[in-house]
């Protein structure tokens, strides 16, 4: 019996949505070509990724854009990913910033396109069980959506003060330099939002009382980004990758220690060269850019190899069905 669980999840965003964050130029709003150019993300972080998978014997999930699936590079990337028992889940068609302030009907069609694009992907008899909102903002809406899409998880709370505090101010900033952002910072409830899985109601912020419960095939659970009781400090890859590295170690393992199930988020910019196909542009806006590949392997390998001391990994699908056992 499986005593302790990590998920490892990455949102595949590309470059394009950095440069929608940091208000540069304008992105590809429509679905890609099969013929557009392949997003450095894809071609060059995704295969680093799946090799250090394989080595830790993780089997992820992966959040991926619907529109991006077009491009045959990517789809191909995909492809390897699924065959190697990778999860493959929905983080919308779009990745719109502004998707809680869309209308319901809105939110529906982005997650369903999102979800087609992807089982396009996948054998016939299987489903997308997963979802993740573009910049951890969630609400009432997105989850009424996802029960009645047949949903069984959706992770995009972000519990994380530190954070939060982060993203706003960098928005107000960026709007007080004339050049807007294209994310939001969504609803501060997050920040008491509770730091594991958990079953919520009309609130995605709060877990139901039993009686609240909404009925439906299957229960929706909330699977939160993992953070350190107490302080509320992240750990995503953007912050594996910045702590200094004498702490790295100790925060690996006090997260391990506290969380019987963990859930560690990544991007495929986790992994990213500076020197790779379009990275430079964003090196001036992403800090963590700037740490050399061999630093960030070096940061993976002390992380994942801390945590398959304590814990299986299973893709978020799985970890579900667990944590139902375990309640
Ligand atoms: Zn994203």
Known sequence: MTQRVCSVSIDIDTLACYAAI??????????????????AIYTHAMPRFLDLFAKYGIRATLFVIGRDIDQTRHADVLKRA???????????????YRLTQMSEQDIASEVSQGAEAIERLLPEDQRVRGFRCPGYNTNPAVLRVLREQGYRYDSSVFPCPPYYLAKASIIGLLALRGRPSRSIVGSPQVLLSPNRPFIPGENPHREAKASQRLGGSETLWELPMSVLPGVRLPMIGTSLLMYPRWMLGSFVRGMARTHSFLNLELHGIDIMDPNDPGAKRLLPHQPDLRVSLEEKFDRFHTTFGLLSRTHSFLPLVEAVDWIERQS
């Not at 999860?87 to 919308?92: I, K, Q, T």
């Open 22 to 39: 940091h208000g540069l130029a304008p992105t590809p709003t429509g679905p890609m070509s099969s013929d557009a150019p392949a997003d």
């Open 82 to 96: 699924v065959d190697e028992g990778h999860e493959l889940a929905n983080h919308s068609f779009n990745h719109s």
